[in-house]
C-alpha cells in the first residue's frame, strides 16, 4: 500500500534520512525501530507530508505523494498521531475528536465515527466534556488514538505512543494498538520499546542514523543476534 | 437616600452597557491575537472604517440605517481580510517587531485616509436616540442598544467558535498551530477566515460607536487604548478573560465618573492596569500555557 523507495530528507543542511526504501502491505502492522536519534520521527514526518524530501519517492496505493501540501495527506489516507500525543489541551474529549474528524468525507460520518471510537474506548465516552490536557496519560493517549482514527485512515502512523507512559501503562497502550489491528487498519509504528514492538507487529526495520540497519519479519528479528545484542541486552 | 441609591444603580446599569461595548471591541483584537500571534495595533483605526462605512452609506447615500451596519459588518470583514492577505501574511514569520510596525504604519495611513476623504470634522448620524424611564432609573436607549446588539454578537461568536468545524478549528490553531496539517487543515485559510471575523466583529463595535458617538479621523484614540488594556488585563488572546475585564474597566469609570470625575474615573482605571501589569504580567484571567 505504501511504498517508499530511496528517499532522502533533511533539515536545512543536515541530512536525517538517507535513501530510505520501505513497504507497508495493506492490513500489515509494521514498525520502525531504532535508537534515539536514528531518524524515526523524521521518517513518519516526511510519510504525513510534514517534511518535503530531498529525493525519493513516496506512493500511497500507486498515487504518488510528492509536491502534496501537507495538510492534504489525511485526505489522501494517512493519518499521523504525532510524537508526544500533541491533544488540545484546552478542548474537550469531544472536540478534540472533531479535529479528527475535520476533512469533508470524515465530517459526513462525524456521529457514527464518534460512536465507533467511543465503542472501542469506552473510558473516552465517560471523559467526552473534559478538557483533554486534564486526562490522565494513558486517556490521553486514547484520545490521541481516537482523534487519529476519526478519518478512518487507509494508513495510520503512530509515533511512540508508550512514550512517557508509567509500565503498567505502556502495556495498556500496547493493548489499544491491538485493538485497533484487530479492526483491521494498517498500521506504521515508531517505537524504542523494541521487543513490545516486535510482538505486536507483522514486520520491522531496524533505523541507524538515518539508514535501514536490518528489516524482516518480527520472528526473524526476535531472533537476529545484532539486534539481541545491541538493543535488547540479551 | 432613596433618589441617592437609584443615581448609583442608575450609574452601575450604564457601566454594564458601556462593559458590553468594551468587550466587544476587546473580542475582535483578543480573537486575532489568539490565533494568529499578531497584535494589531491599528485596531481601533479598523472600527472607525467601520463607523465611516455607516456614516457614508446612512448619511450621504440616504441607506437605511440597518443595511449601513449590515455593510459594516461585513466592509470591515474585508478590511480585516485585507490586513492579513497584504500586511501580516507576508510579515507572519518575520519578528513580532515588524508585525507591529506594520500594523502601526496602517493605523496612521488610515487616519490620514479618512482625513483626506472626510475631513477632519465630526460626522454624526443626526440620529436621536429616546432616553428611557424605569419608575426612577434613566438609561439611554442607544446604550441598551448596543449593549443588546454586543450581546447577539459575542454570543454568534461564541457558538461559531464552538459548534462548527471551521470555529473548533480556529481554537484549535491557537493551541497548537504545528500539527494542524495533521489534521487536514490549512493554516493560511484559518487565518484569513480569522481575520475576517475579527475584522467583522470590529464592524459590529462600529455599529454600536457611531450610535453613541461623532466620528472623526483621530477617534481611534478615544477607546483604542482602553481596548488594548483590556485586551492585556485580561491575559491576551484569552476571550473571556478580555470579557470579564471590559466589565471591571467599565464599572471602575462608571462608578468612579459618579463618585469623583470622568477624568479621574480614567486615572484610576489605568494605575489599576499598571499595578496588574505589575502583579500579574500575564493578565488577570491567566490563560495556561
Redesign the interface.
Known amino acids: 500500500m505504501l511504498t517508499l523507495r530511496d528517499v532522502s530528507a533533511g533539515y536545512g543542511s543536515f541530512q536525517a534520512l538517507f535513501e530510505i526504501s520501505l513497504e507497508v502491505s495493506a492490513g500489515e502492522a509494521v514498525a520502525v525501530i531504532g535508537p534515539n536519534g536514528a531518524g524515526k520521527t523524521t521518517l513518519l514526518r516526511v510519510i504525513?507530508?510534514?517534511l518535503p524530501i530531498l529525493s525519493g519517492s513516496i506512493t500511497l496505493q500507486g498515487r504518488s505523494l510528492l509536491g502534496l501540501?501537507?495538510?492534504?495527506?489525511?485526505?489522501e489516507g494517512i493519518?499521523?498521531c504525532?510524537e508526544n500525543r500533541?491533544l488540545?489541551?484546552?478542548?474537550t474529549v469531544e472536540?478534540n475528536l472533531?479535529?479528527?474528524a475535520?476533512?469533508p468525507t470524515a465530517?459526513r460520518h462525524f456521529a457514527e465515527r464518534l460512536d465507533w471510537v467511543y465503542a472501542l474506548f469506552p473510558r473516552l465516552r465517560e471523559r467526552r466534556g473534559q478538557l483533554a490536557?486534564t486526562l490522565s496519560g494513558g486517556e490521553q493517549q486514547m484520545c490521541a488514538l481516537g482523534r487519529a482514527l476519526m478519518?478512518h485512515p487507509k494508513l495510520l502512523l503512530l509515533d511512540e505512543p508508550s512514550a512517557g507512559l508509567a509500565p503498567v501503562l505502556v502495556m495498556q497502550v500496547f493493548d489499544l494498538v491491538r485493538r485497533i489491528r484487530a479492526e483491521g487498519f494498517t498500521v506504521l509504528i515508531v517505537e524504542q520499546n523494541i521487543q513490545q514492538a516486535l510482538e505486536l507487529v507483522d514486520r520491522a526495520y531496524l533505523l541507524e542514523v538515518g539508514k535501514v540497519k536490518l528489516s524482516g519479519t518480527a520472528g526473524e528479528l526476535k531472533n537476529n543476534q545484532f539486534l539481541r545484542q545491541a538493543y535488547m541486552g540479551l | 437616600m432613596g433618589i441617592f441609591d437609584f443615581y448609583l444603580l442608575e450609574t452601575i446599569i450604564n457601566g454594564v452597557l458601556f462593559g458590553g461595548v468594551l468587550a466587544l471591541l476587546a473580542l475582535g483584537l483578543n480573537l486575532v491575537f489568539g490565533v494568529i500571534d499578531v497584535i494589531w495595533i491599528a485596531y481601533a483605526e479598523i472600527v472607525m472604517v467601520g463607523m465611516y462605512i455607516i456614516y457614508y452609506l446612512n448619511v450621504v447615500l440616504g441607506w437605511p440605517l440597518v443595511f449601513a451596519a449590515l455593510a459594516s459588518i461585513l466592509g470591515v470583514g474585508v478590511v480585516g481580510l485585507l490586513v492579513h492577505a497584504l500586511i501580516i501574511s507576508p510579515l507572519l514569520d518575520t519578528p513580532p517587531i515588524n508585525q507591529l510596525l506594520a500594523t502601526g504604519g496602517l493605523l496612521f495611513f488610515l487616519q490620514s485616509f479618512a482625513t483626506l476623504i472626510f475631513g477632519a470634522e465630526f460626522r454624526n448620524l443626526g440620529l436621536s436616540m429616546p432616553i428611557l424611564q424605569f419608575f426612577e432609573l434613566y438609561i439611554s436607549f442607544s446604550r441598551l442598544l448596543a449593549f443588546g446588539t454586543a450581546l447577539v454578537g459575542m454570543i454568534a461568536l461564541y457558538l461559531f467558535l464552538t459548534r462548527t468545524y471551521i470555529g473548533t478549528a480556529i481554537r484549535a490553531v491557537a493551541q497548537d498551530r504545528e500539527i494542524m496539517s495533521l489534521m487536514g487543515v490549512n493554516t493560511r485559510k484559518v487565518y484569513l477566515i480569522t481575520s475576517a471575523v475579527g475584522g467583522g466583529m470590529a464592524g459590529l463595535a462600529a455599529i454600536l460607536l457611531v450610535l453613541q458617538q461623532d466620528v472623526h479621523p483621530f477617534i481611534g484614540y478615544t477607546f483604542g487604548p482602553i481596548t488594548f488594556m483590556i485586551c492585556v488585563m485580561g491575559g491576551l488572546g484569552n476571550l473571556l478573560g478580555g470579557f470579564l475585564a471590559a466589565f471591571i474597566m467599565s464599572q471602575i469609570i462608571s462608578i468612579g465618573s459618579f463618585y469623583v470625575s470622568t477624568e479621574l474615573a480614567y486615572v484610576i482605571a489605568f494605575i489599576l492596569f499598571i499595578a496588574v501589569m505589575f502583579i500579574r504580567p500575564e493578565g488577570l484571567f491567566q490563560r495556561r500555557a
Open positions: 504525513s507530508g510534514q501540501p501537507a495538510h492534504r495527506f489525511i485526505e493519518a499521523h504525532p500533541r488540545f489541551p484546552r478542548m472536540d472533531r479535529m479528527g475535520f476533512i465530517r490536557g478519518s
